[in-house]
């Protein structure tokens, strides 16, 4: 089971959903690899990778935004766009008939 979340500010409010989901959601909380985003108006793009230690889907918008605004007190605030991608993998199910596959 694998879930990837992508996010992108240049999709309009409303319109459609910012963030995409690929996959089923996790229903417990697993360890989440992520990849945020960022381009300044000069068109230099900052890409930083993280781990966000075991959460929610639901809790994984908060901690990713708190890293955003960190990396955009290191830029001076000023960016044209910015984006992230999360994705988790579960674990393997016990007790599953016919074994590991």
């Not at 890409?47 to 929610?56: D, E, F, L, N």
């Not at 890293?67 to 992230?84: H, K, M, P, S, T």
Request: aromatic fraction near 4%; hydrophobic fraction near 35%.
């Amino acid at each position: 089971m694998s879930c990837t979340i992508t996010y992108i500010t240049n999709a309009q409010p409303g319109q459609d959903d910012r963030a995409h989901k690929r996959g089923r959601i996790p229903r417990k909380p697993v360890q989440w690899q992520a990849s945020v985003w960022m381009i300044a108006p000069g068109g230099e793009k900052t890409t930083h990778s993280i781990t966000v230690p075991a959460c929610t889907a639901q809790d994984l918008i908060p901690a990713i935004g708190d890293r955003i605004d960190a990396l955009a007190r290191e830029n001076g605030q000023i960016c044209v766009q910015f984006g992230w991608t999360a994705s988790a993998h579960g674990g393997m199910k016990k007790n599953r008939k016919g074994g590991k596959r």
